[in-house]
């Protein structure tokens, strides 16, 4: 019975074992084929992700910097009618011929207001692109020959400083940063203000001057240890009412007294 068994009931045929092993193999790789091509998808789309992310940010932030410039320059009328009637009486209080001329543009105001608007269409309020004859022609003949008594230089009455309120980013306190104000130049010797703050006639400090009051003022701020961690590089500055990013002096130039900011500093 033993030697008439059949070679089949020995133990399974060699060639077959073998085709299992290459199926499972072939198997394997295919499978390791497809999850690399899922990392790759991932990471693609990680990449894109990140991309879009950064291209939104700069268009929000051109964005606000516009909409920073259109508010500057509507903020400019009322800074641009001040230089001119601090120019004016600048004038007039030099004497002659122009300055009578000027005293009496001065005490009419139907007179003073065209020549502010004659001023305001030329695009320049401080620099006054103005002729005598222009005056004249803006000037009634009564108010011409009218004399009057020497007008006073008109000064800015605004505060020379200004205060803001800062916080370092992850506290929750708030320290009292001071900035001064620049009080304008003289119409007839120097350049006019172009960064105005509040309307009181001051120039607004510029950014470089804000950012070193900050670092200066969170110098003294003490670590873990009690020591001051002394002066530190400042990253950003934004404005909390509003997320306003104060980066450059026509972001200065919308700050106020009393702002809220919050301060990034680079680590030590």
Same mark, same amino acid.
């Given at each position: ?26 198997? %394997? ?38 909409? @920073? ?17 601090? #120019? ?19 005490? @009419? ?9 004659? =001023?305001?269409?030329?695009? +320049? ?6 002729? =005598? @004859? ?25 505060? +020379? ?15 009292? =940063? ?10 007839? %010797? ?11 006639? &001051? ?8 950012? &070193?009051?900050? &670092?200066?003022?969170?110098?003294? =701020?003490? %670590? ?6 002394? +002066? ?30 919050? #301060? ?5």
């Amino acid at each position: 019975m033993e030697q008439g068994a059949s070679p089949s009931a020995q133990g399974p045929e060699e060639p077959k074992s073998d085709l299992g092993q290459r199926c499972e193999a072939e198997g %394997g790789e295919r499978q390791a084929s497809e999850e690399e091509q899922k990392r790759a998808a991932i990471r693609q789309q990680a990449e894109a992700d990140l991309a879009m992310f950064h291209e939104r940010r700069r268009r929000e932030i051109e964005e606000r910097r516009q909409q @920073n410039r259109k508010r500057a320059e509507g903020a400019t009328s009322e800074a641009e009618a001040q230089a001119i009637q601090g #120019a004016l009486a600048g004038e007039a209080s030099t004497g002659g011929a122009v300055g009578a001329l000027l005293q009496a543009v001065m005490s @009419n105001p139907s007179a003073a207001a065209a020549v502010q608007q004659a =001023v305001a269409a030329a695009g +320049s309020g401080a620099a006054l692109p103005l002729r =005598v @004859n222009e005056l004249l022609a803006a000037l009634p003949q009564s108010a011409a020959a009218a004399p009057s008594a020497p007008l006073a230089p008109v000064t800015p009455s605004g505060p +020379s400083q200004f205060a803001l309120r800062v916080r370092e980013a992850g506290s929750a306190s708030f320290r009292r =940063v001071v900035v001064g104000r620049a009080a304008p130049e003289a119409a007839d %010797g120097g350049p006019s203000a172009e960064r105005e703050g509040g309307g009181d006639g &001051c120039k607004s400090p510029s950014f470089t001057e804000v950012e &070193c009051s900050v &670092c200066a003022k969170f110098r003294s =701020v003490r %670590g873990p240890d009690g020591s001051e961690v002394g +002066s530190r590089r400042l990253v950003t500055l934004v404005r909390i009412g509003d997320c306003l990013e104060v980066a450059d002096d026509e972001d200065v130039a919308l700050l106020q007294d009393g702002d809220e900011l919050e #301060a990034t500093f680079a680590a030590l």
